[in-house]
């Protein structure tokens, strides 16, 4: 197969081979693995209804740890659920959503990968349910339903026109007043996201053993872990404050109005939340042997000491005692400039606390696409030479490794609500189906007609799909493959320190020394100009890649040339 001819160009010293061995089995797999996330609905539609499914994606795992060579799949979610969230509304967080496939789908999926050693990651929604959830039903029905603490419920309260009103000013991530008033029982209920994703009260005792009841079902199906939704906000201000005024009036996120007005310092963020933390790593570490069974938690929390937190207090082993890893957005939100992105991964390493392993992402289900984003595919190039050589555990999304643009799906016809609510924030243009092959008109994504697809795939990117990169050695999804090669071959990349590179560096240039436990040594070099620059090495060096994938079998002597927004890995002697 094409791709085995691929791999085999990969020139590494021998040494390095061996030295694979003695490094890799100390390190548990999420520290020296890469981490691909899928969004079902869009991967593979097995049974042609236009829609992905488990199957679908079964019948690519070889694409998966073969082809690309990743290491684990987190699959956001597949639940029974009304879709108003795609899917982050779950009606049942213990079955599949028939769009999606059946248990048994599940489980032939998850033997299969693991024949391969590909791990996966489920998609845990603790923040909220979907309205259509029986524990809902059961709580809005009456004040007096054994339920009714489940979630969070008010009375109004008077607002200063005199007239009862929402509680307090917290707002719907997805625009308007965070609280719904319910007809029936005369109260408000609290949901952080649409009104059809009441969040849970996970200060009742109840909803926490419910929660993880939840979760061992899947562990007791061989899930190697959870990637946890909103993990950041499970628990709220026990007082219900207002929310203080944003002074500097700049958003977080995005430019969501009204929503970037205000500080969210009561309800995310909460300290209460280490505590249940605490007791789902407890759990995780039940079913785990050397903490393989892993907790990856979305925490958008910005301030850097206080999301480094959520790793937990130390423990006598080494490890630490919550997430293992946060996932760490930074790099979403980076200046795009070699000052900027070398700011972020220095504070990182000298916030992390002992025992602390570092995560990068740079694409997921919420973001445009990162070829987008950044402007252009000689920057999308030097991203994924940049996610695989940091020291730290990537995170790619479905998709970028072929340098995948966003599709352009007019507001109008968008199907996220993000998109319906705030112009331009729609999500359906990175969650668009996979292109596989380029003479198809769905891209080899489905047997269904175009039109029958849940989403278009875009001309572009059908263009780029993977049957029209395979062969071409220096296409995107090349790159990809050798940097996921090179990373796990070489004990430098995927478990050696980091020290960013000052002497004689231009600006505009972030290059870092990677040294490995045996002392083999890698410097990543990124040009972020539009000029060619040169950089000095510690030593002579090879060059093991540029992410043009045009220049073969170099020696570099102490100095490495870069074009124009060119980025190079070198291995230094
Ligand atoms: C997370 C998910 C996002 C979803 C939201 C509400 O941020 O990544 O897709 O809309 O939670 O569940
Ligand atoms: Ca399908």
Known sequence: MAYRRFFCNLDLPSRTIENRNSTIEHRPWWQTGVIYQIYPRSFFDANGDGIGDLDGIRRKLDYCSGTLGVDALWLSPFYPSPQKDFGYDVADYTAVHSDYGTLADFDRLLSEAHERGLKIILDFVPNHTSEEHDWFTESRSSKDSDKRDWYIWKDPVEGPDGQPGPPNNWLSNFGGSAWEWDETTEQYYLHLYLPGQPDLNWRNPEVQEAMFEQARFWLERGADGFRIDVAHAIMKDPAFRDNPPNPSGEGFHKHRGAYDEQLHLYEEGHPDTHRVYRAFRRLLDGYSTDSDRIALGEMHIYDRGEWASYYGQPRADGTRDEMH????????????????????????????????????????????????????????????????????????????????????????????????????????????????????????????????????????????????????????????RRLLGLRRETPALHA???????????????????????????????????EALTVPLPAEGALLLSSRLDRRDETTGERLHLRPHEAAVVRIA
Not at 380 to 389: D, H, K, N, S, Y
Not at 498 to 510: M, W
């Open 496 to 530: 050696g320190s980091y020290r960013p590179l000052d002497r004689g560096v231009p600006e505009g240039c972030f290059a870092y020394l990677r040294t490995g436990p045996d002392r083999d040594r890698v410097v990543a070099a990124i040009n972020f100009t539009d």
């Open 325 to 480: 890893l946060p996932i760490n957005f930074a790099l979403l939100k980076a200046d795009w400039t070699a000052a900027g992105v070398r700011e972020i991964v220095d504070s990182l390493e000298a916030i992390l606390p002992r025992g602390a392993w570092p995560n990068y992402v740079l694409g997921n289900h919420d973001e445009p696409r990162l070829r987008t984003r950044l402007g252009g595919k000689d920057q999308a190039r030097q991203a994924a030479v940049l996610l695989l050589t940091l020291r730290g555990t990537p995170m790619l999304y479905y998709g970028d490794e072929l340098g995948l643009e966003e599709v352009e799906i007019p507001p109008e016809e968008q199907l996220d609500p993000w998109g319906q609510n705030v112009p331009g924030l729609g999500r359906d243009g990175c969650r668009t189906p996979m292109p596989w092959t380029s003479e198809s008109d769905t891209a080899g994504f489905s047997e269904a007609s175009p039109d029958q697809l849940w989403r278009p795939v875009g001309e572009a990117n059908r263009r780029r799909s993977v049957e029209a990169q395979i062969d071409d050695e220096t296409s995107v999804l090349a790159l990809y």
